[in-house]
């Protein structure tokens, strides 16, 4: 059975950075998209950035670029995110998440909760 497991979260101050990461098991992870997606308090999930397994091609929300980074360690099945100049409104829960596509993937982590004080 696929799991997902991602790192405790934590908080930051603005402008701070935090990084993420989220170790897959039970999941081959070849020419899947690995994403990370976060909902903030009386929001929808929204999706902060997806990564292509096979080809490394990575895509961001207008929102995190040019601050957040995806990346992917293949050899241990850990996918991180790095998230820098935080802002308040980065506050959420974070979900990494994988599956064929990055629209609806098919496997989700629990969550770890992000706080960014002003």
């Known amino acids: 059975q696929g799991q997902l497991v991602e790192s405790e979260g934590g908080s930051a101050q603005t402008g701070g950075f935090l990084r993420l990461s989220c170790v897959a098991s039970?999941?081959?992870?070849?020419?899947?998209?690995m994403a990370w997606y976060r909902q903030a308090p009386g929001k929808t999930r929204e999706a902060v950035a997806g990564?292509?397994?096979?080809?490394?091609?990575?895509h961001y929300a207008d929102s995190v670029k040019g601050r957040f980074t995806i990346s992917l360690d293949n050899a241990n099945n850990t996918l991180y995110l790095q998230m820098n100049m935080l802002k308040p409104e980065d506050t959420a829960m974070y979900y990494c998440?994988?599956?064929?596509?990055?629209?609806?993937?098919?496997?989700w982590g629990r969550g770890t909760q992000v706080t960014v004080s002003t």
């Open positions: 990564i292509y397994t096979g080809s490394n091609s990575a």
């Open positions: 998440a994988a599956g064929i596509n990055c629209q609806r993937p098919g496997y």
């Open positions: 039970g999941i081959t992870l070849n020419n899947l998209c």
